[in-house]
């Protein structure tokens, strides 16, 4: 059974390209543009990981997984927040925002990936 990722950003060159590489790796992937596609999407789709984007007009990463850890939503899945900036304040916001790791962009795509399979066996 292949394992899905819910992606959230609201660039299309990251989405593609994280969606793109994420397939190669053989998983199942959703992806939303923005906080509301990403909240009907776990609530249809129920994947088994979420990335976030932290800076998203609207509805920013922090208070999308926020609502994504609230009823009736209450997703157990692991949610991993993508940020460029990876400051205490941001660490410490993801926390409180019920993420289960936050990491920075641009980063080492072999060790995304490993990181990915941890969250994922796990779970």
């Known amino acids: 059974m292949k394992h899905s990722i819910l ?5 299309d060159t990251n989405l593609d390209l994280l969606k793109k590489i994420l397939e190669l790796e053989g998983y199942q992937v959703n992806k939303a543009h923005n906080g509301m596609e990403a909240i009907e999407s776990v609530i249809q789709a129920k994947p088994d ?4 984007d932290v800076r998203m ?3 920013g990463g922090f208070e999308l997984c926020s609502k994504l ?3 009736p939503i209450g997703a157990k899945i692991p949610i991993v927040m993508l940020t ?6 941001e660490q410490e916001q993801a926390i ?7 990491w920075s962009k641009p980063f ?16």
Do not use: C
Request: hydrophobic letters at 50%; charged letters at 25%.
């Open 49 to 52: 990981l979420a990335i976030l």
């Open 69 to 71: 850890r609230q009823p």
């Open 57 to 59: 007009p609207d509805m």
């Open 7 to 11: 992606i959230v950003d609201d660039n």
């Open 108 to 123: 080492e795509m072999d060790i995304f990936l490993e990181r990915i399979k941890v969250f994922l066996a796990a779970n």
């Open 84 to 89: 460029a900036m990876n400051t205490e304040v």
């Open 96 to 102: 409180r925002a019920g993420a289960n790791d936050i």
